[in-house]
């Protein structure tokens, strides 16, 4: 058997944020898996070389412009040489797979990471929501299986799409635990940390305003927004000047506010799955989490919940947990403990057995 899989978000020329991240963790596990089996083979489409995927197994498909690889080249590939099996863990899906869609040649398999755009379709714009309606329809016609993150993303598919309940597979992502010598404790700094995009779905108005109620009482504190920002949302127009918004920063800067940082705050309104929640946790760093399911299946009691909606509701629980030591070390704890619960390995092998079954 043949299975292919679109790896050209892996490439190292993209700015990477999280559903890139877990794309390349979950192809190197899987790279690592196929080496150590015989069962099938693995073809890895992409329009440049990536170092870390075995040579042998990469199909390189050039393309001479920046825009519509996946949607004309790897289109024309999968159509007149389809694999078995053909896997998509990030990307949108060729528009032009629907012209094969009654010759069957293929079985696809595809991540959906978050319905958002379906749930606060204010949040996006016409071209974004678009493409993700586009890919949404696709996957309901094509997939054989869709995998997501999450019990509560299965339950968004099932509420606001026309998707068979039978084929979406929740599948937790892992996580790899960074080096204890890169964990190394500084002196903790008086900075609050927000690792994300920095766009309105996360809720980047409220968290501010909350931690300006905080600042009022605590005004040595300085808020860190790390990711790249939405040009649409002008963060300085808040009146509000003691935060640092960073934009896209690498994973060794990351690593540094998460050592240096007294808490984590993500107070998104809408998450597939919360990555950074596990980057506090392996750093043992506190975190307020948005009340949100999808953020108390992945927390559960290792995190400190507070209303996205009302800042008033973030600034308290900030102060709860800034001026608590038992409360800060209960969250650590619990935190370290959630964190064994994600397994990439488990991932992988999950992902695998699904398509191959």
Known sequence: MILGIDASRSVSTIKKTGVELVSDELLKTISNQQSASSKQTIVYYTPQRIDWLPVENQRILRWPFKFFWTQIRLAWELISHPPEKMFFPVHAMPLLLITSYKLRVTSYFHIIHDIAFKKQPHLYSFRQKLILNLDLFLARKLCTKIFVPTEAVRQDLIQYTKINPKKIIVTPWGYKSINNKQKTANNKKKQILYIGRVEKKKNIENLIKGFEIFHATHPDYKLILAGK?????????????????????????????????????????????????????????????????????????????????????????????????????????????????????????????????
């Not at 650590?332 to 390995?345: C, M, N, S, V, Y």
């Open 229 to 357: 920002i939405d040009r649409r949302l002008k963060i300085y127009d808040l009146g509000f000047k003691n935060i640092e918004a960073l934009g896209y920063i690498n994973e060794k800067k990351k690593y540094e506010l998460l050592r240096e940082s007294a808490t984590l705050l993500l107070v998104s309104k809408e998450e597939g799955f919360g990555f950074p929640l596990l980057e506090a946790f392996d750093f043992d760093l506190p975190v307020i989490a948005s009340d949100i399911p999808v953020l108390r299946e992945i927390g559960e009691d290792a995190c400190f919940y507070a209303d996205p909606d009302s800042p008033e509701d973030i600034s308290d629980k900030l102060k709860k947990v800034i001026t608590d030591e038992k409360l800060q070390a209960q969250l650590i704890t619990a935190g370290q403990e959630r964190l064994k619960q994600f397994d990439w390995q488990k991932t992988a092998e999950q992902i695998l057995s699904e398509i191959t079954g």
